[in-house]
């Protein structure tokens, strides 16, 4: 196997397992937070706004996560410099 | 497949560049202090005044709240600086619904740019408030030991919110452009809403991280103070 397909087949593999398996951490800790959040909704109505302020703050931190991985994910796909490299060595040729 | 509006180039000569990031932050700077000075030339403090004046009343005492709930004392001295995060990034994401408006946020340079005014701010506020000593003794908080960690956190935290707002910009326009050549019409839009929510919702995190980030640095070691009433909200 020459290295541009194996550049190329890593490159898919990689990108493809990177956003599916970093989509279920933050997935799961999201359901735990709203859940959480909406119990203590329940027992506490009149606290609402901060709750769903922090809720929403943590949110986007959970988020961030899987935010990472889309990034590496394209960043596989679409600018990868191991990929230009090997494109060019075969170009010059 | 853009990825960025960093490749739309309007100009060139030479070397000098005029990408699509360049002219739609510009165009956004525009629209924010032109409506600004529109609205702001005849005030009045009466009970009749103009519908734009009560909006711009709305949204500054708003962000005055949100920052006095973080736990910032005298919220106008930090107004200016939030204010305008929160503004730039909520129109940037509002201005999607104009088509051939691409989010200048979307480019991972105005989101370091947004992220690394944070860095400089969180110190400037911190020796303003506490004096160069006092704020270099937060460093080393609860022992020496812990001041590796604290410098590195500082920078992890302006890279995480750096990246958290391109991702999520990003994704939002990447998605869209990729539905469109699948699909026709009806779920393109429900996407292009959804994009319009994260986007405020982003904008909304961005200038709440940013204002509690300076109120961990502002904040004078006392005794913890008391819970905030209902009266004080």
């Given amino acids: ?93 | 497949m853009r990825l960025s509006p960093d490749a739309m180039i309007f100009w060139q000569h030479g070397f000098v560049k005029l990408n699509g990031t360049i002219v739609f932050t510009w165009a956004v700077m525009f629209v924010l202090s032109a409506g600004a000075m529109l609205v702001t030339r005849r005030l009045s403090t009466g009970m009749k005044r103009s519908r734009w004046q009560n909006l711009l009343e709305i949204i500054v005492t708003g962000i005055e709240q949100q920052i006095g709930e973080v736990g910032l004392c005298h919220p106008r001295t930090y107004i200016g600086f939030l204010g305008s995060l929160f503004l730039f990034i909520a129109i940037s994401a509002l201005g999607t619904v104009i088509p051939g408006f691409e989010p200048p946020t979307g480019s991972l340079s105005t989101t370091a740019a947004l992220a690394l005014c944070v860095l400089v701010a969180v110190p400037f506020y911190g020796i303003e408030e506490r004096g160069v000593v006092g704020y270099l003794k937060s460093y080393i908080e609860p022992t020496l030991i812990m001041l590796p960690f604290n410098i590195i956190s500082e920078l992890s935290r302006t890279l995480a919110l750096a990246v958290r707002l391109f991702g999520n910009m990003m994704s939002g326009s990447m998605i869209l452009a990729i539905l469109l050549t699948i699909t026709p019409f009806i779920f393109p839009i429900a996407m292009s809403v959804l994009g319009l929510l994260t986007g405020m919702v982003q904008a909304y995190i961005f200038s709440i991280l940013a204002a509690v980030y300076i109120a961990s640095a502002t904040r004078a070691r006392r005794p913890k103070p008391k819970p905030a009433t209902p009266a004080e909200a």
């Fill in chain 1, 1 to 93: 196997m020459d290295s541009i397909t194996l550049v190329a087949v890593a490159s898919i593999a990689t990108a493809g397992l990177t956003i599916a398996l970093g989509s279920i951490g933050p997935a799961l800790g999201e359901g735990r937070a709203v859940a959480t959040a909406l119990t203590s909704l329940a027992q506490q109505p009149d606290a609402a706004a901060t709750i769903t302020r922090t809720l929403f703050v943590g949110l986007a931190m959970i988020e961030s996560i899987a935010i990472y991985c889309f990034v590496v994910s394209m960043i596989l796909i679409f600018a990868n410099p191991f990929w230009n490299h090997v494109i060019t060595q075969a170009a010059t040729k």
